[in-house]
């Protein structure tokens, strides 16, 4: 069983929003740091954002920065990915992946446990 679950995504024009969502299944999200990644086509992946425990703290990319927002939502037991302002560049294949060790927010991907499958973001006239 895949322990995340990202929807949301796909088509927008420039300029449009999308939110983005990230389910748990088996487990609470609130106890955990949760990041948000993406990649695009022939790129390594990005860190955008993340978010601790309890939403004690959140971090982000500097070319996500003022258009995204991470937010926690434990009565629903998700974490979300606004996104607006997109732009082309925006496009690629969003991932949410979860910090077990509920450690400081990271944009390293390498500090991340387990990964959801992705869902594709498309920005395009």
């Known amino acids: 069983q895949v322990p995340l679950v990202e929807s949301g995504g796909g088509l927008v024009q420039p300029g449009g929003s999308l939110r983005l969502s990230c389910t748990a299944n088996?487990?609470?999200?609130?106890?955990?740091?949760i990041g948000w990644f993406r990649q695009a086509p022939g790129k390594e992946r990005e860190a955008i954002s993340c978010?601790?425990?309890?939403?004690?703290?959140?971090d982000y990319a500097d070319s996500v920065k003022d258009r995204f927002t991470i937010a926690g939502d434990n009565a629903k037991n998700a974490v979300y990915l606004q996104m607006n302002s997109l732009k082309p560049e925006d496009t690629a294949v969003y991932y949410c992946?979860?910090?077990?060790?509920?450690?400081?927010?990271?944009?390293?991907?390498?500090?991340?446990?387990?990964w959801g499958r992705g869902t594709q973001v498309t920005v395009s006239t």
């Open positions: 992946a979860v910090r077990w060790d509920g450690a400081a927010c990271s944009m390293s991907a390498s500090d991340y446990n387990a």
């Open positions: 088996g487990f609470s999200l609130t106890y955990y740091t």
């Open positions: 978010i601790t425990r309890n939403a004690g703290s959140t």
